[in-house]
């Protein structure tokens, strides 16, 4: 049986939110990614500004990899569905806002929104009383992946089609889990329908970090062990993509973050740069 207990989502997946609605507020225009959507459901308070882990100065690297790489999922859901796949699957939803960002995409698409079953339960009750309400083509589909391998299972129960391609994305939740559970998903989504995309992010082990963003690497692994949610899991970028290989995918690619950073963050007056330490894999079946 499902546990629906309401539990507020941790402090990660509210730091993102807050990441994502700081860089609207304190970084110049244009911005990479507007979202605030996720500071509303968060409702951290008025003070929320004035937290150590939101000074502007301090976190701009951070809040810009937060903001680039859902950038870069977006615009890879918005260009797979151009090609005519409707299925898209988060893996470790936290408080993604797609679904409400983008409902002339996301209307058009069956989004499955796969989490630990508290905070979902507590992000779903959030949703109707902020008025968005959960859509028909919106599935929140509860799974604890370190004791429940079989999130396919579960989300094929909400309504996914698994002879028919999809976007998979998984942002900021590698690092929390065994190598032995990213691989076993890594071979779940190689074995989705041909056509299929995986995106997912990983934490580079902090010798290949560059020397100006190893201090914060430091400090936000520190912090994630302080707060109970330690990161278990670094990955160099030939280690991520030999795992992709052995799970069976067709294709496989490293987007480092200095991709990210020449697409999205070019020419800004700011200066404004995502940090070195995460990077992406896009995997195909």
Do not use: N
Not at 10 to 37: C, F, G, K, N, Q
Request: with cysteine.
């Amino acid at each position: 049986m499902t546990d629906q207990r309401i539990e507020a989502p941790d402090s990660t997946a509210v730091r993102t939110a807050l990441w994502r609605a700081m860089h609207v507020e304190a970084d110049d225009a244009p911005y990479v990614l507007e979202d605030t959507i996720g500071l509303r459901l968060a409702a951290p308070g008025d003070d929320w500004r004035r937290r150590p882990d939101m000074d502007p100065r301090v976190t701009r690297a951070f809040r810009a990899a937060m903001v680039a790489r859902a950038r870069f999922v977006e615009d890879l859901v918005v260009e797979q569905a151009g090609r005519g796949v409707t299925q898209y699957v988060v893996l470790g939803a936290g408080l993604d806002t797609f679904a409400q960002r983008r409902p002339e995409i996301a209307a058009h698409l069956r989004i499955f929104e796969v989490d630990q079953p508290g905070p979902q339960a507590w992000k779903r009750r959030r949703l109707v009383e902020l008025g968005y309400g959960v859509p028909d083509w919106l599935r929140l589909v509860p799974v604890d992946f370190e004791h429940d391998p079989d999130w396919l299972g579960r989300v094929v129960a909400a309504g996914f089609d698994p002879g028919r391609p999809a976007v998979v994305v998984s942002t900021g939740v590698s690092m929390y889990l065994s190598r032995d559970t990213t691989a076993a998903t890594l071979r779940t989504v190689a074995g989705c329908a041909p056509g299929s995309t995986l995106a997912m992010t990983f934490l580079l082990p902090i010798e290949l970090v560059d020397e100006a963003d190893r201090p914060g690497l430091r400090a936000s692994t520190a912090g994630a062990q302080a707060s109970g949610t330690p990161f278990v899991s670094f990955y160099t970028p030939a280690q991520m993509l030999e795992t992709a290989r052995r799970a069976g995918f067709a294709g496989v690619r490293h987007v480092p973050g200095s991709a990210l950073a020449e697409r999205y963050f070019a020419g800004r007056s700011d200066g404004l740069r995502p940090s070195s330490g995460e990077s992406l894999l896009v995997a195909t079946t």
